[in-house]
């Protein structure tokens, strides 16, 4: 099955500057790639995806690259501000054989100090 | 819309004892699911289900069951609680094939 791996596990930056955080995937068939930003005592929510057909995406301050040969994503977050702080979570799936899985990375807690 | 909604927010179970975790979407989505949430282990899929009546396990399935009768609901039982299952567990919802999943406020559930 799909597995995810995400670091670093936490990320300290001063305001402005840029935050990356990298994820790698095992299957090779993942084709769906979003990032969720969890706030302290609340739900996850979805800050951005990619497809395995594009390489990459922007909005705003956020951009989510992919390296479908390497199996690997990364989240670039720009001009950080002390609001951006929060964990970050990727994840992984496919839609295979009339199922469908969404494999999380184990976060990344970002800190940006005013 | 309320989206997806969970009941109860917070629960303290001895071990042994069973509940059964509420999760209801009003979105019509057909794909729903359940995580639980460690800290440094991110989100662990538990059960998940692509449309009434079809449920399947996730990576970390032991000592959970779920069914699937509507496609507005999706409860989620602990039979024999055991301390390992204290938690934060999310459900969530999506479109079946395309679309954002959409996560429940959570539930804080401690196994004594």
């Known amino acids: 099955g799909e597995n995810v791996e995400q670091h670093p596990s936490t990320l300290s930056v001063q305001e402005g500057d840029s935050a990356v955080i990298k994820c790698t995937y095992s299957d090779s068939a993942s084709n769906y790639f979003p990032w969720y930003k969890q706030e302290l005592g609340k739900r996850p929510q979805l800050i951005i995806d990619i497809r395995s057909n594009v390489g990459e995406k922007k909005d705003q301050r956020i951009a989510v690259t992919l390296n479908k040969t390497a199996k690997h994503f990364s989240l670039h977050i720009t001009e950080t501000q002390p609001e951006d702080s929060a964990v970050y979570f990727c994840a992984a799936s496919l839609w295979q054989d009339s199922s469908y899985k969404l494999i999380f990375g184990s976060g990344t807690r970002l800190l940006v100090r005013p | 819309n309320a989206g997806v909604t969970q009941t109860p927010k917070f629960q303290v179970l001895k071990t042994g004892q069973s509940m059964t975790l509420q999760c209801a979407q009003d979105?019509?989505?057909?794909?729903m699911s359940w995580y639980r949430q460690d800290p440094g282990m991110g989100l662990r899929l538990i059960h998940y289900s692509v449309g009434a009546g079809i449920t399947d396990q996730g990576e970390v399935p032991n000592g959970y069951n779920v069914s699937r009768s509507t496609t507005e609901d999706f409860p989620l039982r602990l039979l024999s609680a055991a301390p390992s299952q204290t938690s934060v567990y999310f459900c969530?919802?999506?479109?079946?094939?395309?679309?954002?999943?959409?996560f429940g406020p959570g539930t804080r559930l401690t196994v004594l």
């Open positions: 969530a919802s999506r479109p079946l094939l395309e679309g954002e999943q959409f």
């Open positions: 979105m019509n989505h057909e794909y």
